[in-house]
């Protein structure tokens, strides 16, 4: 029912600054909790940040925390990542996934739908 697509990656230095966009199709994009992971080559796919359905609460791990920012715009069908003072070890591809009246959590088994995910590189 719902398809979503990730936005915005690219190259940025160190210290600067990207938005991410997870684009949703679909009808019912309000009812779904939405969270960013990502996944380093050779490593497990990670929470990043997430957003409960209804908008009221927000999860980030620790090591994005006060840097990351998560939003969404039901409006516009859309979550998006805001992400500042990038360092080099957020170098990853950062993917999102949807849950059904979801709460948005580190949990992976929790989201039913992911996107394809979009490449985010940051330089020294």
């Known amino acids: 029912q719902v398809q979503l697509v990730e936005s915005g990656g690219g190259l940025v230095q160190a210290g600067g600054s990207l938005r991410l966009s997870c684009a949703a199709s679909g009808r019912a994009f309000s009812s779904y909790a939405v969270g960013w992971f990502r996944q380093v080559p050779g490593k497990e796919r990670e929470f990043v940040a997430g957003?409960?359905?209804?908008?009221?609460?927000?999860y980030y791990a620790d090591s994005v925390k006060d840097r990351f920012t998560i939003s969404r715009d039901n409006a516009k069908n859309t979550v998006y990542l805001q992400m500042s003072s990038l360092k080099p070890e957020d170098t990853a591809v950062y993917y999102c996934a949807a849950a059904y009246l979801g709460r948005g959590t580190s949990r992976r088994n929790e989201y039913a739908l992911w996107g394809q995910g979009t490449q985010v590189t940051v330089s020294s």
């Open positions: 957003i409960n359905w209804i908008g009221t609460s927000t």
